[in-house]
C-alpha cells in the first residue's frame, strides 16, 4: 500500500510538472469526465425546459360557474394541473384534480373531469346553499350638487350587479371575491371613473345576503378650481367679489377624483352659472354668464360675463413716441337698449381728461354688436364738433383687441394692442390729427 501511495504520488508530480510538454494521460481521462458530465447536465435541463414550456402550454377549463368564477377557477386550477406529471395515469389526475377543486372552490362540488390533450375539463355543480342575494349601493359622502351627480350615474347599477351573484353560494367569495369586484369595476368604470370599489357581504337574520357596494376615490384628485372672468361691460376692479363668490360655490368638487370630474364638466360649468346668477352684480346687471370648466388637479373656469344692461370702464393711458402727446384719463359709462325685438344697441357717454392743461372732451354715441364683441357706430365729439364712425373689437385678459374711428373731415384714428392682464394693456397708436402720427401708449384699466 505504501508503494502505491507513492507511485501514484510520483504520477501526480509528474502530471502537475509545467514544464513538460507532453500530455498527461490521466489529465486527458479526468477532462473528458467533466466534458461529459456537463453534456449530460446540459440534456437535462433542457429536458426540464422543454417539459416545463410543454406544461406552461396546458389549459383547465371550469365549467358549470357563473362568468366571473370560472376565471379564477380556471387560474387557481391552472396552477393545480401544471404541477402534476404528464406521466401520471388519467385516474390519478382526475382524482387528485377533483380533491383539489373541491378545496379550493368552497361551495361547488366536482360532477365529472375530463382530458383532452393537454386541456383538462372540470365540470361544477353548486353544493352549498344559494342565499337570498340583495345589493345595496352606498355613494361616498358628497357635497350637493356632487352627490346628485354620483346618484345620477349610479342609477340602475344594482340591478345590474344582482343577475351576477343570484346563483352563486355565499362560500364563492372566499376565493372569488376580487373577480367579483374587478367585474363591478367594469360597469361602474364607465359611470363614475375614477372611483374604486369595496365589497362587504352581510348575512340577514332572515337568511339572505346583503353586497353592500361602496365607492372611495383614487388618484389624481381635483385638489382646486380657479376662475377667470371676462367682461369688456362690468370693470375688472368688480370682479374680485364674483372670484370669491365662485371659490366658496365650487368647494363642493374639492377631493374628486379628476376623470369623474372630467365627465361632469358641463356640470361644473352649470354650477359656476348658478353661482354667478344668485349675485347682486349678475342680477343688477342683468348678466348672462357663459361659463367653460377645463377638469384637472387645478381645475379652469372660464367666464364670459356681460351686462345686458349696463357698461362701464376706466382707464389712465401714458403715451411713448409722440412729443405732443400727454397722459389721459377716461371714462366710458353705457346704456343697453333695444329698440326693436332682438337688436341690442348702447347709449354711451364718453369723458377724455388731458392731464397737462385739464382739458375735457365729451362724447356721446351710438353703436350696436354686428358679431360677437364687434362694435360698429357713431359719436359726436364736443371738441372739433363733428362726427366720427366708430368700429370696435373688444376683448379681455391675454388677448389682442383693435379700433378704429373716421371722421367727416377724414380724420383717422385707430389702435391694435394687447391685454396683458385684467388691469394693463399695450397698443400701437396712430392719429392722422397730430405731427407724431403713431406712437405707443399703455392703458390702465378699471
Not at 396 to 415: C, H, I, M, N
Request: proline fraction near 5%.
Amino acid at each position: 500500500m505504501e508503494r502505491m501511495n507513492r507511485k501514484f504520488i510520483s504520477g501526480s508530480g509528474r502530471c502537475s510538472d509545467l514544464s513538460s510538454l507532453h500530455i498527461c494521460p490521466r489529465g486527458v481521462a479526468a477532462a473528458r469526465a467533466v466534458v461529459t458530465l456537463f453534456v449530460l447536465r446540459s440534456l437535462a435541463a433542457f429536458t426540464m425546459f422543454v417539459a416545463l414550456a410543454s406544461a406552461a402550454r396546458a389549459s383547465v377549463r371550469v365549467e358549470g360557474l357563473d362568468g366571473w368564477l370560472s376565471e379564477s377557477a380556471g387560474r387557481s386550477m391552472a396552477a393545480v394541473y401544471d404541477h402534476i406529471p404528464r406521466s401520471e395515469p388519467f385516474a390519478v389526475k382526475e382524482e387528485l384534480m377533483r380533491v383539489v377543486a373541491e378545496r379550493l372552490l368552497l361551495g361547488y362540488s366536482v360532477e365529472s373531469v375530463a382530458f383532452a390533450g393537454d386541456e383538462a375539463v372540470l365540470t361544477m355543480r353548486v353544493s352549498s346553499a344559494v342565499p337570498d342575494w340583495r345589493v345595496t349601493i352606498t355613494p361616498p359622502n358628497l357635497n350637493p350638487p356632487a352627490d346628485t351627480w354620483f346618484a345620477a350615474d349610479i342609477a340602475g347599477l344594482d340591478g345590474e350587479i344582482l343577475p351576477m351573484i343570484r346563483n352563486a353560494p355565499l362560500e364563492a367569495l372566499s376565493w372569488g371575491d376580487l373577480d367579483l369586484k374587478k367585474e363591478i369595476e367594469k360597469l361602474s368604470g364607465n359611470r363614475v371613473p375614477g372611483w374604486r370599489v369595496l365589497l362587504l357581504a352581510q348575512a340577514g337574520t332572515d337568511g339572505g345576503v346583503t353586497l353592500n357596494v361602496s365607492f372611495v376615490p383614487e388618484q389624481p384628485l381635483t385638489l382646486a378650481v380657479t376662475s377667470k372672468i371676462n367682461s369688456a361691460s362690468i370693470p375688472a376692479v368688480l370682479h374680485s367679489n364674483l372670484k370669491g363668490s365662485l371659490m366658496k360655490g365650487f368647494a363642493p368638487v374639492i377631493g374628486i377624483p379628476v376623470p369623474w370630474l372630467e365627465r361632469h364638466k358641463d356640470d361644473l360649468a352649470a354650477l359656476g352659472r348658478s353661482i354667478l346668477k344668485d349675485e347682486e352684480l349678475a342680477r343688477i346687471s342683468k348678466a348672462d354668464p357663459i361659463v367653460a370648466a377645463e377638469p384637472g388637479v387645478v381645475s379652469k373656469v372660464d367666464v364670459e360675463l356681460e351686462s345686458r344692461r349696463y357698461s362701464a370702464g376706466f382707464r389712465v393711458s401714458v403715451y411713448a413716441g409722440a412729443e405732443d402727446r400727454y397722459p389721459d384719463a377716461g371714462i366710458h359709462l353705457g346704456r343697453k337698449i333695444q329698440l326693436l325685438p332682438r337688436w341690442d344697441m348702447e347709449m354711451y357717454w364718453e369723458a377724455i381728461l388731458r392731464l397737462d392743461d385739464w382739458e375735457l372732451e365729451n362724447r356721446l354715441g351710438l353703436r350696436w354688436p354686428v358679431w360677437r364683441n364687434v362694435w360698429i357706430g357713431g359719436e359726436r365729439s364736443d371738441m372739433d364738433d363733428i362726427w366720427w364712425g366708430r368700429l370696435d373689437f373688444e376683448s379681455w385678459a391675454r388677448r389682442p383687441y383693435a379700433w378704429l374711428r373716421y371722421s367727416e373731415r377724414r380724420d383717422v384714428s385707430a389702435a391694435l394692442g394687447y391685454h396683458i392682464n385684467d388691469y394693463i394693456s399695450v397698443e400701437l397708436n396712430y392719429d392722422s390729427r397730430y405731427e407724431d402720427e403713431v406712437n405707443a401708449r399703455a392703458l390702465f384699466n378699471l
